[in-house]
């Protein structure tokens, strides 16, 4: 129980953003861990917007990959957009605001380059501890 590995690919439509939370919220029930807290709610969360960053600015299919062992769950989109991931300040705005939940609830996370690839990814502690920042991979996450 608690891990596991999987991977959905995605068409860059809006509805692949609902899809993909309930991938998540599926697989974390498959894997045991829906009772852990707010995790499933947070993973979804922050899935979607990872999974709405690559729809609106990627526009190419994106593949969603989630894997949980030795109590940490991490959750990564992978699409070819070229647009690095920044956090900005929470404001009144509609858009903008998915980094920042990101970088606020998530123990890690990063953004990693392979050729034409970019994969943005977070962590999340599935036993209860403690949230941990440290500096991301690309420089933008805490």
């Known amino acids: 129980m608690g891990a596991g590995h999987s ?4 068409e860059p439509w ?3 953003v609902r899809a993909a939370r309930a991938q998540v ?17 947070t993973a979804e969360l922050l899935v979607s917007e990872l999974a709405t960053n690559a729809v609106l600015h990627s ?12 109590g940490t769950l991490r959750c990564e989109v992978a699409d070819t957009g070229r647009r690095v991931p920044e ?8 858009n903008g605001r998915g980094m920042f939940l990101v970088d606020a ?17 977070f962590e999340l502690g599935t036993c209860g501890c403690a949230r941990r920042c440290v500096p991301s991979e690309c420089g933008t996450g805490t």
């Open 105 to 121: 609830l998530a123990r890690h996370w990063g953004c990693l380059r392979d050729g034409q690839v970019k994969t943005v990814w």
């Open 59 to 70: 526009a190419s299919r994106f593949r969603l990959t989630l894997s949980a062992a030795h």
């Open 7 to 10: 991977s959905v690919e995605y």
């Open 25 to 41: 919220r599926e697989q974390l029930e498959r894997w045991g861990l829906a009772d852990r807290g707010d995790l499933v709610d």
């Open 87 to 94: 956090v900005r300040a929470a404001g009144g705005g509609e």
């Open 14 to 16: 809006p509805t692949a």
